[in-house]
């Protein structure tokens, strides 16, 4: 690997899986780098990347993606990322060069733990850009996709010197803000903001359908509050259990602090009005002190 200040435009990049975040990492990676290579089994992606120019070349075989890579990025669900580390130990014995190993995986206690245990012509680095859609597939993919999105690094035992500032200017170069911390605290976090409204607005939709199942005028009566509040429920279920599956504890942690917060609400509740006021009160000032509300937004 070059040690060239802008190591990023002498590199090639091989993006493993063309989803929606490999998808919008090729876009947004266009004219930055040597080249883009992707590795993906599903044969209609592979020819809509063609077609639409987003890569330079498309393989679905890992051993001849890895054939052109400086940097390797791993955008497929959890689950398949670390069979594919797995993978890499058997392959290594064919790299003569260090090469970048970033995966984009939502959990990382996990993945962190497998990629310590990769050869050293590996340097390792999970990342996790906190950004997305519910619709998945490249046909949404988006090249603005990253842009001023919190990028989440945890470094490894085998991150280097080169390899960690090479991260950071792929996350500069996709527009996004980079933060580091280790991978449990990282999965304690989204297991509260991320996982949880998740099957919260699972749990939301489940609620009205069971009274719908008695009173099915229920679904004529949901406002654009209950759409906008139960959108993630649209969210790919695969996708979702992959990350569940991997961050369990954590996850169950965080159920138990939802309940207590509606345990709060309802004691508020069944005491009186101003009690439940002053709480609601004190939730909406954190709520947009974090997320400043500008009146367009209200219309």
């Known amino acids: 690997m070059k040690k060239s200040v802008d190591l990023l435009s002498d590199s090639h990049i091989t993006i493993v899986g063309l989803g929606l975040m490999g998808g919008s990492l090729a876009m947004a990676l266009q004219g930055k780098c040597a080249g883009i290579t992707a590795v993906e089994i599903d044969s209609q992606t592979r020819h809509m990347a063609l077609e639409r120019e987003l890569v330079d070349n498309v393989t679905e075989s890992l ?11 791993l955008a497929t669900p959890v689950r398949v990322i670390l069979e594919t580390l797995m993978k890499l130990i058997k392959l290594s014995k064919h ?7 970033l995966d984009l995986g939502s959990t990382k206690t996990d993945i962190t733990s497998a990629m310590r245990l990769l050869p050293n012509n590996f340097a390792a680095i999970g990342g996790h850009p906190m950004c997305g859609k519910e619709t998945g597939g490249l046909e949404y993919a988006d090249a603005s996709l990253y842009k001023n999105a919190v990028f989440v690094l945890t470094t490894t035992n085998n991150s280097d010197k080169i390899m960690h500032p090479l991260a950071k200017q792929i996350i500069s170069a996709i527009g996004s803000i980079p933060i580091e911390m280790d991978a449990e605290r990282h999965d304690q976090l989204v297991a509260l903001t991320s996982h949880l409204p998740y099957l919260l607005a699972c749990s939301l939709v489940s609620a009205v359908k069971s009274e719908g199942d008695i009173d099915p005028m229920i679904w004529k009566m949901v406002s654009s509050g209950f759409k906008d509040t139960t959108r993630l429920a649209s969210s790919d279920v695969q996708m979702l259990i992959d990350i569940i599956a991997t961050n369990k504890e954590a996850i169950i942690r965080a159920l138990n602090q939802q309940r207590i917060a509606i345990d709060e609400l309802e004691i508020a509740l069944d005491e009186d009005l101003q009690s439940l006021q002053t709480s609601l009160n004190s939730i909406q000032t954190v ?13």
């Open 63 to 73: 051993e001849d993606g890895l054939k052109y890579a400086d940097i390797l990025v």
């Open 287 to 299: 709520r947009n002190y974090h997320f400043p509300i500008s009146p367009s937004s209200l219309s």
């Open 95 to 101: 790299i003569e060069k260090t090469v970048l190993v």
